[in-house]
Each structure stands twice: as C-alpha cells, then as structure tokens.
C-alpha cells in the first residue's frame, strides 16, 4: 500500500480538523459546566435571600402589630388623662378663643 504526498496531506488534514473540533467540543461542555454550577449556585442564594426576607418581614409584621397596641393603648390612656384634667381645670378661654364667663 503507497500513498502519495497528496493523499498524507489530506488525511494529517482531516486529523488536525477533527482534533480541533474534539478541542473546541472539550472547551464548549467545560464552559457549559461551569455555567450550569453558577445557575445552581444562583438559584441557591436566591433562595437563602428570599427565605430571610421573608423572616425579615414576618419579624417587621410583628412588630408592627405590637406598635400598633401600644399607641392604640397609649392614644387611650391620654384621652382618659385629658377628660381627667378636662374636668378639673377651669379653662379661661374656650376652643374660639373666647374668654369664658366667671360662673
């Protein structure tokens, strides 16, 4: 079996394509890889901010909810101090501006 220059030629040809097509395949499923490792590793945090947000928000709830007795409780202590003070205090001028009689 002989084989022409010609011939050598194409085959170290088809060779060196098919290495760099293997090459550049290695290349493309490494990177593929990687990006679907970070996608994972995204959708992992993503998901630890979502559930502290969450708790942060539940935590928020709560306090609001406590805030909001307190000042309901507090608006009702002041109304009950201010009727207190209301009824003993002899105003000189009534809500107008104008000056209450001595009776």
Sequence with gaps: MKFNLR????VTLLVAVL???WLDHQ????????LESE???HKQARSIQVER????I????VRLTRLT???AETTQSMET???????RIKFPFNQAGVPNSGK
Excluded: M, V
């Design 7 to 10: 011939e050598l030629f194409g």
């Design 19 to 21: 290495c760099a097509w």
């Design 27 to 34: 290349r493309l499923q490494s990177r593929r890889d990687q």
């Design 39 to 41: 996608a994972t590793l």
């Design 53 to 56: 947000d969450r708790a942060i």
């Design 58 to 61: 539940n935590s928020l709830k």
């Design 69 to 71: 007795e307190e000042l």
């Design 81 to 87: 101090t201010q009727s207190d003070i209301s009824g």
